[in-house]
Nanobody
Framework: QVQLVESGGGLVQAGGSLRLSCAAS????????MGWFRQAPGKEREFVGA????????SYADSVKGRFTVSFDTAKNIVYLQMNSLKPEDTATYYC????????????????????WGEGTQVTVSS
């Protein structure tokens, strides 16, 4: 089993920045891809970004490309989501996810391939 705990959410003005963290524990040696998803009220959960632990390949949703960056600290076993130039439409609960599957870049965005999920952290962007 893998446990994921997100932190770093909060309230920020449009144009501001936040950095989310996701601490992984348990059988993390089997994790191959770590991802971030978000869900706004009344909407489906959607892909934000992901990183392959081996090699560091990343994938991003078009809506966040150039603004968000996913990174992984191997020593601390923490995955980060740096969010810059935040917009009100980025308001959502952000979830960290992990999978042991060897996903290719085009499949990293698929929610169904992730086996482990955190509880989420709320991000609110005011206009």
């Amino acid at each position: 089993q893998v446990q994921l705990v997100e932190s770093g959410g909060g309230l920020v003005q449009a144009g501001g920045s936040l950095r989310l963290s996701c601490a992984a524990s348990g059988r993390t040696a089997s994790d191959n891809v770590m991802g971030w998803f978000r869900q706004a009220p009344g909407k489906e959960r959607e892909f934000v970004g992901a990183i392959r632990r081996s090699g560091g390949a990343t994938s991003y949703a078009d809506s966040v490309k150039g603004r968000f960056t996913v990174s992984f600290d191997t020593a601390k076993n923490i995955v980060y989501l740096q969010m810059n130039s935040l917009k009100p439409e980025d308001t959502a609960t952000y979830y960290c996810a992990a999978t042991s599957r060897r996903l290719i870049i085009t499949t990293m965005q698929l929610l169904r391939f992730y086996d482990y999920w955190g509880e989420g952290t709320q991000v609110t962007v005011s206009s």
